[in-house]
């Protein structure tokens, strides 16, 4: 069964940076493009980035771009998401999802992982 | 980037009553090669969105028939033939016709 597993979220104050990781399983991770979603608490989804099967593509909403990273290591079947000068609207829950080829939607999703920007 | 509208945003359905929510995109989402992407998803209390359908009207692998998805251009239309408890959540359209993939703002239902 497909797998998605986020971690490194946690507490971080404004202007730090944190790195998100994202383990795939029972898949074959280097076939798919990934993405990353976020969701502000009690807020709606918001697409984020997204990076290509082979790593050699990368885009981002413009509210990230400079500031935010995704990488994958396919050897290692991980996705992750560099996330630095992190502000308070970035305060969300991450989640990354597996992109089904050719037909551009997410077919499965991790259970995501929370990142607060605080003081 | 391509804006996502949903209507209503918030929906009070009896159980085994039709329900009906609308998405329009800012422009058209058919793609050069024909196909329209545009998406919808669930998301229950407590758990990560799943998709229900894609390419307007595919109804993905495991969901029920009371979903369809209907609609072309710029005006999509998600549709439960008879609502039931489980279908509570949060309904989203996403267009990924182009970068950046953008999200409707979702549409709550609730059971009467």
């Known amino acids: 069964q497909v797998q998605l597993v986020e971690s490194g979220g946690g507490v971080v104050q404004p202007g730090r940076s944190l790195r998100l990781s994202c383990a795939a399983s029972a898949f074959t991770f280097s076939n798919y493009a990934m993405h990353w979603v976020r969701q502000a608490p009690g807020k709606g989804l918001e697409w984020v980035a ?3 099967y082979d790593g050699s593509k990368d885009f981002y909403i413009d509210s990230v771009k400079g500031r935010f990273t995704v990488s994958r290591d396919n050897s290692r079947n991980t996705l992750y998401l560099q ?10 829950v991450y989640f990354c999802a597996r992109e089904k080829p050719i ?3 997410f077919d499965n999703w ?7 920007v605080s003081s | 980037d391509i804006v996502m509208t949903q209507t209503p945003l918030s929906l009070s359905v009896t159980p085994g009553q039709p329900a009906s929510i ?4 800012s ?3 058919l793609h050069s090669d024909g196909k329209t992407y545009l998406c919808w998803y669930l998301q229950k209390p407590g758990q990560p969105p799943q998709v229900l359908i894609s390419e307007v009207s595919n109804r993905f692998s495991g969901v029920p028939d009371r979903f369809s998805g209907s609609g072309s251009g710029t005006d ?9 408890a489980e279908d509570v959540g949060v309904y989203y359209c996403i ?9 409707g703002q979702g549409t709550k239902l609730e059971i009467k």
Do not use: H, W
């Open chain 2, 95 to 103: 267009q990924s016709m182009q970068l950046p993939y953008t999200f």
């Open chain 1, 50 to 52: 997204v990076i290509s």
């Open chain 1, 110 to 116: 991790g259970q995501g992982t929370l990142v607060t």
């Open chain 1, 103 to 105: 037909q551009y939607y």
């Open chain 2, 27 to 29: 422009q058209s989402l």
């Open chain 2, 22 to 25: 609308s998405c329009k995109s």
């Open chain 2, 76 to 84: 999509f239309t998600l549709e439960i033939s008879r609502v039931e």
């Open chain 1, 83 to 92: 996330m630095n000068s992190l502000r308070a609207e970035d305060t969300a």
